[in-house]
């Protein structure tokens, strides 16, 4: 279980607890976090899920590799510290993770 934080881009921070196993997308969308609207439900198929890890955990979670790598270029202004946060899966090590909602999806 980890303690997750979504800020949307207005500063609201949304705390949700999310069970080990499931996806930082798994947490926004069973919570009603605004601004995540994973699309494809999980199949990073849609980049509609985009998520801006902080700069503090950005080392711990590492960045996007392969197929979700490549559906970023269709995310709303990805950055460096971008990830498609279906493909982000929670353990105990990510308990207190900030993650950042983009202005768009
Ligand atoms: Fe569609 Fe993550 S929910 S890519």
């Known amino acids: 279980m980890a303690k ?3 800020v949307q ?4 921070k949304n705390e ?12 926004a969308i069973n919570n009603l976090v605004p601004g995540i609207l994973a699309e494809c439900g999980g199949a990073c198929a849609c980049a509609t899920c985009q998520v801006y890890i902080d700069d503090a955990w950005f080392e711990k979670v590492g960045p996007a590799k392969g197929v979700e790598k490549d559906m970023l ?4 202004e990805p950055k460096e510290t971008s ?14 993770l900030v993650v950042h909602v983009p202005e768009e999806q």
């Open 9 to 12: 881009t207005d500063v609201t």
């Open 83 to 96: 990830r498609l946060s279906c493909q982000v899966d929670i353990t105990d090590d990510f308990d207190g």
């Open 4 to 6: 997750i934080t979504f």
């Open 16 to 27: 949700v607890d999310v069970p080990n196993g499931q996806s930082i997308k798994d947490g």
């Open 73 to 76: 270029d269709f995310a709303f």
